[in-house]
């Protein structure tokens, strides 16, 4: 391309402003117009999040629970917020689940002739370990139903590969990712009822590549306990030929991982008192934990420099927040929600009123906009606010899932949002060794960080 | 992020659907629906433009007009397009410019006290060479203005260094660069207004790293041609920053650049023959040539790929197009234009009637919707097909700019479209040695070839 010339667009779009029964002034309208694009103008000349993620992911890396980097995690986010000079920084003591990869992770595929082929593999979060080497044969199957199909003697004692691959067809690739997340989530419990002695899992990825992709599974405790792999996507597609030429060949599976005992660990929560109205609390969010594999940058650090960010962006905007606003940075989202769980108890115990939930947890890529989880009435009213992210790209305030941190809150809040972003290359990365700071761009992250800000900024101003 | 659940999107949206004068029945909608989910699914499912896409790029390499790349890109695209058995396929021929870049390409500042420090530069496409080592002061400009009211004995003998940055504050990429692009263009006929010996550009990127960015620049015949050459980011910030200790450092610059005799080179058409309409013309393209410091992957491959992807798409779909439908790969888009223009005088002499163009030179990110450049009546009726994209993310149907290869077409054609993606991370490798293959997302890419696919779909059944 050589030369693009585009129009102005700061203004545009609030022609289609449809005012409700609460009808804001056209003057507030404009000065919130002219507020947005003061917390833009912050974030892209000023902004602080691209350089926070930079110490999170590379200096710290990556913090599963109960590990030293989750810890220093906590103790980062503290000193970090502190040091923007909220009303209040604290913590949130939790108990959390503490698994270990452990040093062997390990697979080798033994053809007919006893030839090896290495293949690259990762336990899934939780599995038991395999105990040494667990030799057996592998069944593949595409769906529950196949798997029910099959005689018990073609399952007993093998391996159960579960190879049905992710939708592409789907536009949102979230949506492909849920579907098929049940074998992840559900394999090694089905294949252990069948007598199978290891469970064998696609990555959930729409890419086709080398990475094994983690995540969390779960056991059954009226069922025994198998040790469950993730494959790569190219991975799987090799061993489901070769189990075409040879459906006898022996799988070789090495795996050291183990659960230890809980850890004691924390929420950390920033917050910023409310000018007018202090006990209506907004929340703002991400997780702080993340998979060991790489450095959890868009899962979900990008989450966690954005919420502090939009703090940040509020206090160098000199937007004071009528009611109160809080950054959290939840503890134990990939295996426990322990943190999601405990924030949401405590805020319950405390009797606390919390007007909304804001959590990013789909990567820090462009912003496209917002998925509101509230009553009809309520998500009309947030959607009222659309014409003013016009300008920044952030269109689509759609109902919808919000995340998964915020989802205890349900009963305790009018609305929880979750921030939508583009998630076209979200999947490729998601719970790998490829997720680490370089993937994410700072200006995609910056405009993400702004347009929660804004939101915070209007919730805070407007209520709902 | 654990697991998303978001709604189906099918056929979401079409409820807002704003019936025009020349209704469309409902019917007609339902089918249109189906028949974009057709192309959809072709491409998301059996797309051909990656790998397309890796073979232009890896193989074929960078296509400066005039190298012998552009003319490999031109029998490539020529055996790709005749193996999708469309009804003719044949080349324009078009004298275009020779530019080489020559071996040598190199730049040290020497201190005060004679300490070299290597810069990492490039020259600007069309600069003459140095003719051996270039050695001079510098004198630093953020605007014309500076350099306008410096007097005459800071400049003669010197290089100007234009350092003013694109601003990060517009949120379209292209707007910034649009503005800080007259530097690129312009400074080497200004400086040399002067007397200064050469020019020194800031490379227009929003990232801060060692790239330096290409692009063209001209010269005027009625002032002494000077040599061009672009620093990167960083190399630009600390040029200013040593610049401040020691004004009067020396710069040396050597480049074996030059301009050899033009040569014969093509246009590459591809053209489904209208089933009722044959002699209305529908356009798609994009540019064949690109820099040649890299692989011209995001500028313009996948343009060219999208657009070779559309009519595949059409075909594998069963989709007969009503209108004649052309892919075109533009040659000498970077500098010259002279395959647009060709296209649009032969088309003329032809007496041919054009109904549309659409051109993808953007990059292949995730798709947002179109740039309509046409009388607003025209636009309204284009924009009445978006709620037909919004189960795909194409949702910004918008008056704007279209593209420089179409751009020749104005006059004999009812409207020049753009296809619009998200722009935030194509100037941090627009024009450098980092635009290759693997910044391009398959899913992108595919996505976008589908939206341009759907629209040529509706406008070859509806006209405008």
Known sequence: MRVLFRRGLLLAGLGFFTLSAQAQTAASLKSDSLNLRKIYNEALLNGQSYENLRYLTGTIGGRLSGSPQAEQAVQWSKTTMEKLGLDRVYLQEVMVPHWVRGAKEKAEIKGDKGKGIDMSVCALGGSVGTNGKLKAQVVEVKSWAELAALPDDKVRGKFVFFNRPMNPTYIETG?????????????????????????????????????????????????????????STNGADQLSQLLKASPGLTFELEMACETLPEVKSYNVVGEIKGSKYPNEVIVVGGHLDSWDLAQGAHDDGTGCVQSIEALRLLKASGLKPERTVRAVMFMNEENGVRGGNKYAELAKAAGEKHLAAIESDGGGFTPRGFNIEAPAATVKKVQQWQPLFRPYGSTEFKAGHSGTDIEPLKDQTKALIGYDCDDQRYFDIHHTAADTFDKVNRRELELGGASMASLIYLLSKYGL
Chains 1, 2 share one sequence.
Not at 186 to 200: D, F, Q, S, T, Y
Request: avoid cysteine; aromatic fraction near 6%; charged fraction near 25%.
């Open 175 to 231: 949506q492909a990712y849920g579907e098929a997340g049940d074998q992840r989530r559900n394999g090694a419990i089905e294949a252990a009822k069948r007598g199978a002695v290891g469970a064998l899992v696609r990555s959930l990825t729409l890419a086709h590549d080398d990475f094994p992709h983690t995540g969390t599974m779960r056991y059954d405790e009226k069922v025994s306990k198998i040790p469950a792999a993730a494959l």
